[in-house]
């Protein structure tokens, strides 16, 4: 019997730890889980890590300058194009801490949200079970992609080591990312150095894969709850005014509705404020990113699995962070429309019609994210990149 009335009285919806598990156990991981009390330990563990790789940092750095220098522009062209995740990887991660206050009040009121629908009907739910699901799928996209990415440099230098072991005891010896080692160049391919190294650098790729799995993922989770809140707050005053007795009722469920009309708002301006910086060096960057894989596959001819994947990923990078915002946008241009058609013509009562015509004011601002303001994310946004990357291609191909 306890059993049973332990399976009937468990919550449909959870908070955000428990609903979007794979984010939340990201952030935890890359030390970006907006805990209050833990910033600046986490600040020190980060700095920490990124000293234990210094090592590979100063041989990627000193590398990039050689093949500058020495106009080595194939080499100079892959170094840019892993430079910027890990410029990426320096802003998001000491970003993110910095704005913990911010952010922990974000995921805070993603979960009061989450709870307070167990007490909500079942077309309310409905809702909730559709954008959690849109939002599930930025979280999923935002696992895979950098995972795969990440595990296919150690293992396509491994499978051709294997290969080629096979075939010969004279094979090439691969690194996860090859380039010289300064002052080490004599044995940087002999044994145990070699080995080492290689594991050196699959502790790296290990690094940085929760960073872009969490932040990123955050992101959409967010988008998608601002439409949801938004939806939810149009389906409130169609039902007030549908389902209304009185229009005392009727007026104070306008009222509960103009106070979820400003909530969504509000979230938005939080959000926008959380993630605004991140999307202007997402934009900044991954721009580069793309010409310079454009590059290297000109001036190789052919198609490199390795660094071809990584361009793709590049555009994808952009394109969710775009396809995003623009829904969110999209959403809020139809809400003033969708507040119209409610039946506010069969009460005839001025005073709701006010709040209904304030609400409608207030709606027509489009909800759009921009990076601190100076660009506008949406697939416009997106489409002008690609045309900005393969200009960058064409300029320095000339």
Request: charged share 20%; glycine share 2%; proline share 3%.
């Amino acid at each position: 019997m306890e059993m049973k009335s332990d399976i009937l009285t468990q919550k449909k919806y959870k908070t955000f730890n428990d609903t979007f598990k794979l984010c939340a156990f990201s952030l935890a991981f890359a030390f970006l889980y907006p805990n209050r009390n833990t910033a600046l330990k986490r600040c020190i563990t980060i700095t920490l890590i990124v000293t234990f790789c210094g090592g590979q940092l100063f041989w990627f750095i000193t590398y990039t300058f050689k093949c500058l220098y020495t106009l080595d522009l194939y080499n100079f062209a892959r170094n840019m194009t892993l430079a910027v995740v890990l410029i990426l990887f320096f802003i998001k991660t000491y970003y993110a801490i910095y704005a913990t206050q911010k952010f922990a009040t974000l995921l805070d009121k993603i979960s009061e949200d989450l709870l307070e629908a167990n007490n909500l009907g079942e077309r309310q739910q409905k809702l909730y079970d559709e954008h959690i699901t849109i939002a599930k799928f930025g979280e999923i996209s935002w696992l895979l992609v950098p995972v795969l990415m990440s595990a296919l440099f150690p293992i396509y230098a491994g499978t051709l080591m294997s290969i080629e072991s096979i075939q010969t005891d004279d094979y090439q010896r691969r690194m996860v990312h090859d380039m010289e080692l300064l002052y080490v160049e004599d044995i940087q391919s002999e044994t145990p150095f070699f080995q080492c190294m290689f594991a050196y650098n699959c502790v790296q790729c290990v690094v940085l894969v929760p960073n872009y799995c969490a932040f990123d993922g955050s992101f959409c989770i967010a988008t998608t709850h601002i439409q949801l809140k938004l939806k939810l707050m149009v389906l409130k005053v169609h039902d007030a005014f549908k389902y209304s007795k009185t229009k005392y009722e009727l007026r104070m469920k306008m009222n509960e509705a103009i106070r979820d009309h400003q909530e969504a708002l509000d979230f938005y301006v939080q959000s926008q404020n959380v993630f605004g910086p991140w999307l202007f060096a997402v934009f900044m960057l991954t721009s580069f990113m793309i010409s310079f894989n454009l590059y290297q596959i000109y001036l190789l001819q052919r198609i490199d699995p390795k660094y071809t994947s990584f361009g793709l990923v590049g555009v994808l990078h952009i394109y969710l962070p775009c396809q995003y915002a623009s829904s969110l946008t999209k959403v809020s241009e139809e809400i003033p429309n969708d507040l119209y058609l409610v039946d506010w013509e069969a009460w005839a009562d001025p005073k709701v019609t006010k709040q209904l015509i304030f609400m409608i004011t207030k709606a027509q601002k489009e909800m759009i994210l921009t990076g601190m303001g100076i660009v506008v994310f949406n697939m416009e946004l997106f489409k002008s990149i690609m045309q900005t990357s393969y200009s960058f291609f064409t300029l320095i191909t000339a």
